[in-house]
């Protein structure tokens, strides 16, 4: 059997916003075997899918339209397989909240591209597969950190609009939607070499990150649609001179409270998604390192509902101060204290 492990991400963290993710400790698993004794299959495409977790239910588990398998097949179709092996079993477990800004898409589409690579051993480097990833996911945020682990910056070359537009590559948003992946019987265009690149920053042991979960989802293309075509240049500094010193400050031990606090202050993306997100103006203004010792700062997670505060200890009450103002506006949350996972995606045999 072949175990794959991803783990969820969260992108932006206040100011970097399509620039820096952090990999999270709820991971996204794939158990896939494949039946050897068989040489015909009456599965699509070779192969059957089922699943559990988060969105059962809501997710196809068809070959051709589940985001992970068709980023798989996109794969094994740029190195010249039309279809799964015989009777590949494909089960997933997927606990990380789907349309939460907690990367959900992002995960599926490294564990497909992972997937394509161990079922037809393609031997793919990490690299590489970062690569096909970015042809499907353009974030490399949230891509970058659920590959490699850690706390990662990112920056995205341009790609070719001709290739962009071919069918045969399938685009990710948000799971469960299904967009491209078609076979149109020609070979899909593979992704150059060095799509993407990104820098691993430290990480202060000492910081764990709470994630505020609120019930409901908010879709990446609505939460884009937010933003506007352009910005005034001083929010645009504002942002970057805090980045700057934000990321090596999340790497200091002990963690300087008050850099890191204002460091995560952002103009550029949360301003704007506050109509999206009942409650977000008043949690951004009020919960603060004062007023809760042991936090360090607090921002959207990715596009968000998700909240996530990172904090040293206290983690009991900044949750529940943020899970009050949640319910003064009518809405249920789950909430958690994650760790980065530092090794990020991974794929075993037994």
């Known amino acids: 059997m072949i175990t794959i492990r991803v783990p969820c991400s969260s992108a932006n963290i206040g100011p970097g916003f399509d620039v820096i993710g952090l990999a999270l400790s709820i991971y996204l698993e794939l158990q896939v075997t494949i039946d050897g004794s068989r040489s015909t299959s ?11 977790g988060q969105g059962a239910g809501e997710v196809d588990l068809h070959a051709d339209k589940n985001l ?5 097949l996109y794969v094994l179709r740029c190195h010249g397989h039309a279809s799964f092996p015989v009777e590949t079993h494909v089960h997933i477990h997927n606990p ?25 051993d393609l031997a793919l480097s990490k690299a590489r597969i970062l690569d096909f990833c970015l042809m499907i996911e353009r974030h490399p945020d949230n891509v970058a950190a659920a590959l490699y682990g850690g706390f990662v ?6 790609l070719d609009p001709a290739d962009m ?6 685009l990710s948003e948000v799971l469960p939607e299904p967009a491209g992946g078609v076979d149109t019987g020609l070979k899909p265009p593979e992704p150059p070499v060095g799509i993407g690149h990104y820098k691993r920053f430290n990480w202060a042991p000492e910081i764990k990150a709470i994630a505020i979960i609120p019930d409901y989802e908010v879709s990446t293309a609505k939460a884009r649609g937010c933003l506007p075509a352009a910005y005034e240049r001083r ?17 200091e031990s002990p963690p300087d409270v008050n ?6 202050q952002d103009r550029l993306h949360q301003p704007q998604r506050q109509e999206l997100i009942p409650g977000l103006k008043e949690i951004l203004r009020s919960v603060t390192p004062k007023s809760h010792p042991g936090l360090l ?9 998700t909240i996530l505060a990172l904090a040293t200890g206290n983690f009991d009450a900044i949750a529940e101060v943020i899970l009050e103002r949640f319910r003064q506006e009518g809405i249920t949350c789950d909430w958690k204290v994650l760790e980065p996972s530092e090794t990020g995606a991974t794929a075993t045999r037994s």
């Open 96 to 120: 990380i909240p789907l349309g939460r800004g907690l990367g959900s898409s992002g995960a599926a589409v490294v564990a497909g591209v992972m997937l394509a690579n161990e079922v037809a």
């Open 165 to 170: 537009d071919r069918k045969e590559i399938p």
């Open 259 to 264: 850099l890191i606090y204002e460091g995560m």
């Open 42 to 52: 009456n599965a699509a495409l070779n192969c059957v899918v089922t699943y559990e």
């Open 153 to 158: 910056g990112t920056y995205l070359n341009e």
């Open 235 to 251: 929010d645009v500094v504002f942002n970057m001179q805090r980045l700057a010193l934000l990321v090596v400050a999340l790497g």
């Open 297 to 305: 700062g607090i921002c959207l997670s990715g596009a968000g509902p």
């Open 68 to 72: 992970i398998t068709r980023t798989a």
